[in-house]
């Protein structure tokens, strides 16, 4: 059940993140948002292959890291949590921002992205002076 959680959990976060970053890069220029999605997402490609095999390491390493045998009820009756305990206990929202943060980090680094949807807008014939 955690691994299903954690994939479907760290796609949901690079979505988030993905339609996020799209909408603030895009809303100062002339390029509407779904032009700026596609280009956005057709050069950050390596940013989403790096982050899935970040996930898949997760996916690896996660039986060392929590015990997979812990129901989230059973951690909510105990008195005191470990981190682990307590990553394990909101382990949606830890996957999804883990699912954002490795993107993040990947855009951070290249921005490979935000220069295309830059690019799409002049190839539209307006230049970034102009907005």
Request: cysteine-free; glycine content about 6%.
């Amino acid at each position: 059940m955690y691994y299903l959680l954690l994939v479907v959990s760290w796609i949901l976060g690079q979505a988030m993140y993905t339609a996020i970053t799209v909408w603030r890069l895009q809303k100062s220029l002339t390029i509407s948002y779904v032009p700026a999605l596609k280009a956005y997402v057709k050069k950050e490609l390596g940013g989403y292959v790096v982050s899935g095999v970040f996930m898949v390491v997760v996916v690896f390493l996660l039986p060392e890291l929590l015990n997979l045998n812990m129901s989230r009820n059973e951690i909510l009756t105990l008195e005191q949590r470990s981190w682990a305990e307590k990553v394990q206990l909101y382990f949606r929202s830890a996957s999804v921002v883990l699912g954002m943060f490795s993107l993040h980090i990947a855009y951070s680094l290249y921005k490979r992205g935000k220069k295309e949807i830059i690019e799409a807008d002049r190839k539209a014939g307006i230049e970034d002076d102009q907005v």
